[in-house]
């Protein structure tokens, strides 16, 4: 009794001692997080044009009206509605409640719900990339790739919940959850369809199970978007004709295929002309970009069941690859490569601090442009400037695979 009485109050006295001498890595995430939230609650009143959309297409939908329909979000809205609602009516089941409340307090409550998603992606990064990299993740969240986290607040688009869902499933995938990976990459999936691409990830496990998870997500993913309109394949075509007539370029929308269009337009002001379309050099890009990534995965390919590096691995250079692919990657979406960002960095010499300060340099710094000048592609560079540091880092993960492949020489 006596030993016990004796280590309580040292136990309490050292842990108010770290209290008042908090270390500078403490502090530092102290401000930086109080940042985070003061931005957040300055862009609450401001923006969130495509919530609004979401509110009034929810409300649409209650009423029986067309939430495709910018008269029919008008009429709702009581005011010119100008942007359209590009998602599938099952996002709407889910923002439902939310269109029961007042706007303003709905947005209150969706901004709070995106602040919670946030510091859950911030915990799960550091579980998997250990804690010391707290302080660089917070850097990469209030300034990477030209402030997407904050882009997608202000946007208040989904994305911050799709991310959220889906590293959410990369967590249970390395703890050997297939089946927790797999329900959570079909709810990321039930917006944008495109993460279904990440259940491949299944195949570079080991589990036993792999297969049969596979082929039922695959076939649920594919039902999933006819399911959401009714079983009509009709109105999915009508949609999908709907989303491939959205045509976004630049900042808004850094993506292979629109910089190849951009690119087809400038060469044609200047009277040259390609002889190749956009489609079809970004598909034999795409190609080479597969082909590189699948041998210097399988350089790296060890017999036997994957260790959890080995499998963290394999999910980072997924998530670059699907980033650095997508024909419509948003400037919001790019939160998800946050954390590839630092795992990279940290498994080239010396490479972390440039590569956060070139992921944190945003299309909106002025001196950073002024180092450009007038060069002839500066227009360009900025316009896809998180296209550029995507492929950068895609560059920097194949150079580390392939150096970690080479075959060591045997001892004597």
């Not at 297409?57 to 609602?85: F, H, I, M, N």
């Not at 269009?261 to 390609?274: F, N």
């Not at 699948?294 to 691995?313: F, Q, Y």
């Amino acid at each position: 009794m006596r030993a016990v009485t004796t280590i309580i109050p040292c136990w309490l006295g050292t842990r108010f001692s770290r209290l008042e001498r908090p270390s500078w890595r403490t502090a530092a995430v102290v401000v930086l997080g109080a940042l985070v939230l003061w931005r957040f609650w300055h862009l609450r009143a401001a923006g969130n044009w495509d919530f609004r959309v979401y509110y009034w297409a929810a409300k649409a939908q209650s009423l029986g009206l067309d939430p495709y329909s910018l008269d029919d979000l008008s009429r709702v809205a009581g005011e010119k509605v100008v942007l359209r609602y590009l998602y599938p009516p099952t996002i709407l089941y889910l923002v439902r409640p939310l269109a029961w409340l007042p706007l303003p307090t709905a947005i209150s409550v969706y901004v709070g719900l995106k602040v919670a998603c946030i510091a859950c992606l911030v915990l799960i990064w550091r579980a998997c990339l250990g804690r010391r990299e707290t302080i660089v993740l917070f850097v990469l969240v209030i300034l990477g790739f030209s402030d997407s986290v904050f882009n997608d607040v202000f946007a208040g688009n989904i994305g911050t919940f799709e991310a959220t869902a889906l590293w959410l499933a990369f967590f249970c995938l390395l703890h050997q959850r297939l089946l927790g990976f797999a329900a959570l990459v079909l709810l990321a999936s039930i917006a944008k369809m495109t993460p279904v691409a990440l259940l491949l990830l299944v195949l570079l496990t080991n589990h036993r199970r792999r297969i049969p998870v596979f082929v039922v997500a695959t076939v649920i993913g594919g039902l999933v978007p006819i399911l959401s309109f009714g079983g009509r394949w009709s109105r999915l075509s009508s949609y999908l004709r709907m989303l491939a007539a959205v045509d976004e370029r630049g900042p808004t929308n850094s993506a292979i295929l629109p910089l190849l269009k951009d690119v087809q337009q400038h060469l044609a002001r200047a009277g040259m002309a390609l002889s190749f379309s956009p489609m079809a050099v970004y598909v034999a890009i795409c190609v080479v970009v597969v082909l590189l990534t699948v041998v210097a995965m399988g350089r790296t390919m060890r017999n036997g069941k994957p260790d959890r590096d080995a499998l963290l691995e394999r999910v980072m250079g997924l998530v670059i690859v699907y980033a650095l692919l997508l024909p419509r990657f948003k400037d919001y979406s790019y939160c998800l490569l946050l954390p590839a960002v630092v795992f990279v960095g940290r498994r080239i010499r010396n490479a972390l601090p440039l590569l956060v300060f070139v992921a944190a340099l945003t299309t909106r710094n002025t001196l950073a442009r002024y180092a450009l000048g007038d060069f002839p592609v500066a227009e360009i560079v900025w316009r896809y400037f998180n296209l550029a540091v995507t492929g950068i880092l895609w560059l920097a993960f194949l150079t580390y695979l392939w150096e970690r492949g080479r075959p060591r020489p045997r001892a004597m």
